[in-house]
């Protein structure tokens, strides 16, 4: 009998990381005044799918009838639960509500385990739900900075975009476009970091019949920037929509502090087609892009109309625990715990375990023996978890109040008394 | 369209508090050489509840047929799951391995939410497997103790017991008990700290038939703790097993730093009947009794016979993370933010980010208006989260490099440089 395909166990190397993740995005979280929530693992299917959605979502629900005769099913995303907490508590809530949550969801497709997809896997959302504006924007960005940075996650870029200009320039060049080619355009854009220039030029060529040329230039627009020629696109809103991206995207370097050439504009991101409706942003580490956006969001016009009677706008991001997990544990295998504590005599026990309270106290990790076995052994097992000291306890050490440190990589052993001890620690722990 | 019944959203103020009781427990649990891990939600169903377990359990467990039409179901404890993981990876594992987990199983039981008993609810377990002995029993309680502390739960008393004494004690007694008397015999006994020395005295001489006087020399020795007439019980055995409690009772306070009378021996302990076999604990706030035990375990002999062809002995505890949570929120209400930076004119966005972020730097929770609204509406929202202090940034204090600090409680307000606010901070963060 073993685990459901799809399903991971998470060893200890790999549950340390997820756990660091969301111990630091939470810390980061919390003190920009988001607060921690959370939701049953289980909602009415209904809630769930709603009514018209018939789109690839719901074949991915688990779905089951309870012991009660309710139509169930297992939260596949946590948003959409969210979207129901928002409305059930709206009066509860204070406005703008600021939410941290995460946890695991659930979908039955067809698992990539080599990729990191899983059937159930981690997600980890920061919202801003009841306003609307800028500076709610560069708040839920500036936190996916602050976590990524935090986390020592390496290089990455955010990318930011705002669809409608996107949008604005297609139509310019391609004024005939109908509804669902424009779409396939959208599409076709949002693979330009993937899968490179002349590959998209020549969809879209196929898409609308346009000239080369045409879109050539388009292409070249939209790798333009903040060079945009914007007297040209007098369209209802696009400009204010540009200098509100522009200046989101400085709000976001005031409030995280990072660097201009981390956070970007890229007319090129869409992200899906039915959902935000302003800003969109997405995350690259510049060591694994091949991973695709490690954290992604963006703005949306109504969160809750489905469950309540009035719209509820909001802008929110996600953090892929599981794939960011897979590169930073390829980035440091070091063990947490790297000391551990053999007693090697019954006498000494009580003796050891007071050093090793006293160690604990002081926030130093150690590992204490419960074995029983001999020394040998007692070793054999620190090299095993690859703990790179380890304390010897025996009769003569409990008589002088010392211990003895032994380098596991050298092998060599001295002798300390519980001060000196102290200070070794503390240059271990640096 | 709202919530399954029986299961809860979990509220910021909730939320806060479970988070914390993890935080806290995973860390204690890492600074003793404990290693995070988890086990996916769902499991074969023939894996959660074996293949002769017909009791209460079963009709508990959420069962389904998944699309792939494979019989499953959702985890209702963190310790079926375990001896699962464990046999599927005992090559892998080094033993003895000390796991730490925290997560939320699933019970179509009736719910009581007036008393914290939900569908879906939190644990945290320790233990450690692969090994026998008093240290390991020792290290598992000394955690529960050093996590308790931590947490500022008040005062607590953890009682520990072995069960053989217990029935050692009832069969030297009732000699002529057959087994099943003797289960409800000990089911009896170990309600005498809810129920009262005379119900179960009533209970034992309806059960046994037995003289009263015999049946009160039997509640009189279960109270005697470590005052036990030991010489007259020479059955095989129940010296050793007297002898092993005392001395992990010792282990346990040195391991922990606990006074005496914080880790007692109560042998009417008896938690349960079929599964442990050695040690068992519970853990009784004094402030909050009527919880009954937040944190419970015991050592088992066998854990992963059903899953693995050789058996694996290990002990363990659990942690109530709802129930602990009941405690622990009713006794500290106060929000983990406590300051707002109130930001009353668009030009002085930036600089007021830039105050945000060095705080924020420093580890200083702070939340920074996001709405636009005007300065009364800002005040509004910190008055309505409980925010004690509210930081103000308008174009005046963008141009001197001050803020205006306002007491939320009093309404005084006083302009300070940030060098100042850096002092009142550290003053409202002691």
């Known amino acids: 009998m073993s685990r459901l395909k799809g399903f991971q166990d998470l060893m200890p190397a790999v549950m340390e990381v997820r756990w660091r993740i969301i111990e630091v995005v939470v810390q980061m979280g919390k003190r920009s005044g988001f607060k921690l929530m959370d939701t049953p693992t289980l909602e009415y299917y209904r809630t769930l799918v709603g009514d018209n959605d018939l789109g690839e979502t719901i074949k991915q629900v688990y779905r089951f009838t309870d012991g009660g005769g309710r139509d169930v099913g297992l939260r596949f995303d ?16 204070i406005f703008p509500f600021k939410r941290i949550q995460f946890g695991d969801v659930f979908r039955g497709e067809k698992p990539q ?65 109908d509804a669902v080619a424009m779409d396939k355009v959208l599409i076709a854009i949002d693979k330009l970091a993937k899968v490179g220039r002349e590959r998209v030029l020549a969809s879209i060529v196929t898409i ?93 016009a109504d969160l809750v109309s489905r469950f309540a009677n009035k719209p509820c706008a909001g802008v929110g991001g996600s953090i892929g625990v599981d794939r960011l997990a897979m590169h930073l544990a ?38 204490v023996d419960v074995s029983g076995k001999g020394l040998k052994q007692q070793l054999r097992y620190a090299h095993r978890q690859g703990y790179r000291k380890v304390l010897i306890v025996g009769s003569k050490e409990a008589d002088t109040a010392t211990v003895t440190v032994r380098d596991m990589e050298t092998g060599t052993e001295q002798v300390l008394d519980l001060q000196e001890l102290g200070g070794i620690l503390a240059l271990l722990h640096k």
Not at 78 to 93: D, G, I, M, S, Y
């Open 113 to 177: 385990m080599e990729r990191g997809r899983f059937r159930q896997f981690c997600q980890c959302d920061f919202d801003i739900v009841g306003v609307d504006g800028g500076s709610a924007d560069a708040e839920v960005v500036a936190l996916a900075y602050t976590s990524l940075q935090a986390l020592g996650a390496g290089e990455f870029t955010i990318a930011l975009n705002d669809r409608q200009i996107t949008l604005a320039l297609v139509r310019r060049l391609m004024p005939k476009l």
């Open 208 to 300: 609308t019949n346009a000239q080369v040329a045409a879109v050539e230039e388009l292409l070249a627009l939209l790798t333009l920037g903040d060079q945009l020629p914007l007297s040209e696109y007098s369209q209802a809103g696009v400009q204010e929509r540009w200098q509100r991206l522009v200046s989101t995207r400085a709000e976001i370097l005031a409030m995280s502090g990072g660097q201009p050439h981390e956070v970007v504009i890229d007319l090129a991101i869409v992200r899906g087609l039915g959902y935000y409706t302003g800003i969109v942003f997405e995350t690259e580490l510049r060591a694994a892009a091949e991973l695709g956006s490690v954290c992604s969001g963006g703005r949306y």
């Open 78 to 93: 946590l948003t959409v639960p969210f979207a129901r907490f928002v409305a059930e508590h709206q009066h509860e809530l």
């Open 330 to 367: 390829a980035q440091s295998a070091s063990p947490p715990t790297t000391l551990m504590l053999a007693v090697v005599a019954t006498t000494a026990r009580e003796y050891a375990y007071q050093v090793a309270r006293d160690l604990r106290s002081n926030g130093i990790a150690i590992d």
